[in-house]
C-alpha cells in the first residue's frame, strides 16, 4: 500500500491511495483504488506538507490492514485463572436490533425529549437494554439490568436510573408510538387501508388490585388481576398502537378509544377495520362508519337474533366447493343498536354485506373443543368447590342455574341444583361449522372479504410471541406509569422483530430469528480479542440483508465497534 502520485495532462498531480495484490486469473499482481484523496495543489492549501500527512494516513490504513489479514497469536499459561468482575461474554447478534433501532429514530427522540428534563442518565441507553433484552434474554427489570454487561454498550446508570426511566417512557409513550408509526411510513411504504385490531390480557403475579390491575376474564383463565391491551396492527403484521386498559374491561369497550387515537393522531386517512366478533357491537360499527372508516367483523351466529339463524341454516343460496365446504352472502340493511350521549338505545339501520360459510373442518373441532367444556362442565356440577367464576369460565355456561359470589367469585349455587343444560348444548351443536362475516364494503367479492378476515391470524400471533419469545406476562412492575411503560418497550421490541421479519421475507419465524441471534454471542481472550462461537443458517441470511458477517470466528474490538458505529447510522 502505497500514496501513489498521477501527473495529468494538464500536468497537475492527482494523490491517491493504492494498494497491490496478486490477481490469480491474470496470473499478475494488480493495484486498486483505496481512497481518493485529491489534487496536490489544492492539498496544499489545507495541509503543510500534504505528501507527509497521507503517507501518515498510508502508514494507519496498512496498521489496520495487517491487524485483519496477519494471524492472531495467543499464548495461555496453564495456571490463568477468570476474575468474577471481568464480563467475558457478549452478545453480537444484537447489532441487528441495533440497526432497526436507530433506523427508526427511537434515540432521537429520547434525547430530543430528554433535553431541558431534570433526568441525569441516558434515557436512550435505558431504552436499549431494555428493549433488546426484551428480545434476546427477556426478565425482570432487575435480571436485565445485572445482565447489562452482555452488551458492547454505555452501562452508566443504576437499578434506580431503570426505574426512573419508566416514569419518563410513560409520559411520552403517545408521541413515541405515532414517531414510529411516521418512520415506518416513510421506510416502508406502510399500507393502513387495511389495518387489524384485536385484545388480549396479561397477567400480575400478585392478588394486589388498583385502577389498572382488576380481576376480569383471562384469556389464559387465570385466577390473577389482569389488565387488558388493545392491539391495532397493519397488513404486514407490524403494529400501529396499543392501549391499556383496566383488567374488568369488556373488551367491545376498548374499540373505540384506539381508533379515535388512530384518527386524531396518526393521518392514516380511510381504513378498513378487520376484528372478530368480540368487537361487533352497534356502538362500534355505528363510530367506524361515522368517521368514514369501513369495517370487517365476524358475527357470532349463536348470539345472532332468530331471523339471522333462520338464513344461515337455510339451505337456499349455498354453493359448494366440495364435499365439505359451502357459502353464500347477500346485502342487507341491518338494524343495530347504538347508545346516544344520554345513554339511551337508538335503532339504527346499516347497509352492509353477509357472508356465510361452512367448514366440516371447522363443525369437527367445535364438537372435539365442546367436548372438552362439558367434561368439565361435569367436574364442576360433581365439584362446585374446586372452582371459581374465573376458573370455569366457558363449561359454566353448559349449566343451569349456576351463581358466583359477586367479591370471592366462588360458586354459591348449590350442588344437588346444579345440572347440564341440555337444550343449550343441542342448539349450538346445529349451528356448529357455520361463521359469518358482516362488512360495510358490500361491493368486495366474497374471496376478498374472506382473505381480509383471514389476516387476523396475523395480530393472534403477534399476542403469541409477546407472551411466548418477548415473555411479556407476568408482569412484575406495580404502579401504572411502570406497566405502560414495560408494554411500551414491549410494543417496541414486537415492532423490531416484525420489521426484522419483513426484511427476510417471512422466512423465518420471529422465534427463530430471535434463538439464533440471542446465540450469536463471543468471549473475550486477550489483547481485545473476541472469539465466535455459533453460527446457523438463519444468521446467514440475516446477516445478508443486513450486511454483516456472522461466520466470522475472530474479531478485535475495534472492529466490533465499527459494525456497532455503522448501526446506528440508522
Not at 493504492?18 to 494488480?30: A, I, P, Q
Not at 411503560?485 to 421479519?501: G, K, S
Request: charged share 30%; glycine share 6%.
Amino acid at each position: 500500500m502505497y500514496l501513489k502520485k498521477t501527473r495529468q495532462k494538464s500536468g497537475r498531480i492527482y494523490l491517491s491511495i493504492v494498494d497491490g495484490y496478486y490477481d490469480k486469473e491474470k496470473g499478475h499482481s494488480r493495484t486498486v483504488t483505496i481512497e481518493k484523496v485529491g489534487y496536490l495543489d489544492e492539498l496544499e492549501k489545507q495541509y503543510d506538507d500534504p505528501i507527509a500527512y497521507f503517507n501518515e494516513r498510508v502508514q494507519e490504513l496498512k496498521k489496520k490492514k495487517a491487524e485483519r489479514t496477519t494471524p492472531v497469536s495467543m499464548a495461555f499459561s496453564h495456571d490463568e485463572k477468570l476474575t468474577s468482575d471481568h464480563p467475558y461474554r457478549k452478545n453480537f447478534g444484537y447489532a441487528v436490533l441495533s440497526h432497526i433501532y436507530y433506523e427508526l429514530e427511537i434515540d432521537k427522540f429520547l434525547l430530543s425529549k430528554q433535553r431541558g428534563s431534570k433526568i441525569d442518565f441516558s434515557s436512550n441507553d435505558i431504552m436499549k437494554l431494555l428493549v433488546f433484552s426484551r428480545l434476546l434474554y427477556p426478565a425482570s427489570k432487575k435480571k436485565t439490568f445485572e445482565n447489562r454487561s452482555l452488551y458492547f454498550e454505555k452501562q452508566s446508570y443504576s437499578l434506580d436510573d431503570v426505574y426512573r426511566s419508566l416514569s419518563f417512557f410513560y409520559k411520552h409513550s403517545s408521541a413515541l408510538q405515532a414517531q414510529l408509526n411516521d418512520r415506518i411510513k416513510e421506510l416502508y411504504g406502510r399500507r393502513t387501508d387495511l389495518v387489524y385490531y384485536d385484545v388480549t390480557n396479561y397477567y400480575f403475579e400478585t392478588d394486589t388490585l388498583d385502577d389498572l390491575r382488576k380481576k376480569g376474564v383471562s384469556k389464559e383463565h387465570r385466577p390473577n388481576p389482569i389488565v387488558q391491551m388493545g392491539l391495532f396492527i397493519d397488513n404486514q403484521g407490524i403494529p400501529i398502537t396499543f392501549e391499556l386498559f383496566p383488567g374488568n374491561t369488556n373488551d367491545c369497550l376498548t374499540f373505540r378509544p384506539g381508533l379515535s387515537r388512530i384518527q386524531k393522531e396518526y393521518n392514516l386517512g380511510k381504513i378498513i377495520v378487520v376484528a372478530d366478533k368480540g368487537m361487533t357491537t352497534g356502538d362500534n360499527i355505528h363510530y367506524t362508519l361515522s368517521g368514514k372508516h369501513g369495517y370487517v367483523f365476524s358475527l357470532s351466529v349463536r348470539g345472532a337474533n332468530q331471523a339471522f339463524k333462520q338464513y344461515v341454516m337455510d339451505e337456499n343460496g349455498y354453493t359448494w366447493y366440495g364435499k365439505e365446504y359451502k357459502r353464500k352472502s347477500r346485502l342487507t340493511p341491518r338494524t343495530i343498536q347504538v347508545t346516544s350521549r344520554n345513554g339511551k338505545k337508538l335503532k339504527k339501520v346499516v347497509d352492509e354485506k353477509q357472508v356465510i360459510f361452512y367448514s366440516e373442518k371447522y363443525a369437527k373441532k367445535a364438537k372435539a373443543d365442546r367436548e372438552k367444556t362439558i367434561a368439565k362442565a361435569m367436574d364442576i356440577i360433581g365439584s362446585p368447590g374446586k372452582y371459581s367464576r374465573a376458573t370455569s369460565y366457558g363449561a359454566s355456561g353448559y349449566i343451569k342455574d349456576i351463581q358466583f359470589d359477586k367479591e370471592t367469585g366462588e360458586i354459591v349455587s348449590p350442588q344437588k341444583r346444579l345440572e347440564l343444560d341440555a337444550e343449550k348444548i343441542k342448539a349450538e351443536e346445529a349451528l356448529d361449522g357455520y361463521y359469518a362475516i358482516v362488512t360495510s364494503e358490500y361491493k368486495e367479492s366474497d374471496d376478498h372479504i374472506i382473505d381480509m378476515y383471514r389476516g387476523l391470524w396475523r395480530i393472534e400471533e403477534s399476542f403469541r410471541v409477546t407472551k411466548s419469545d418477548l415473555e411479556a406476562r407476568p408482569v412484575y412492575v406495580s404502579r401504572e406509569e411502570h406497566i405502560q411503560a414495560h408494554f411500551l418497550t414491549c410494543f417496541i421490541a414486537l415492532t423490531i422483530a416484525r420489521i426484522i421479519e419483513y426484511k427476510l421475507d417471512h422466512k423465518y419465524s420471529i422465534g427463530r430469528i430471535l434463538e439464533s441471534l440471542s446465540k450469536s454471542e463471543c468471549t473475550h481472550m486477550k489483547r481485545n480479542y473476541y472469539l465466535f462461537d455459533y453460527f446457523d443458517d438463519v444468521l446467514n441470511d440475516i446477516g445478508s440483508v443486513f450486511h454483516i458477517d456472522f461466520s466470522k470466528r475472530v474479531r478485535s474490538l475495534g472492529e466490533i465497534k465499527k459494525i456497532f458505529a455503522t448501526t446506528k447510522k440508522g
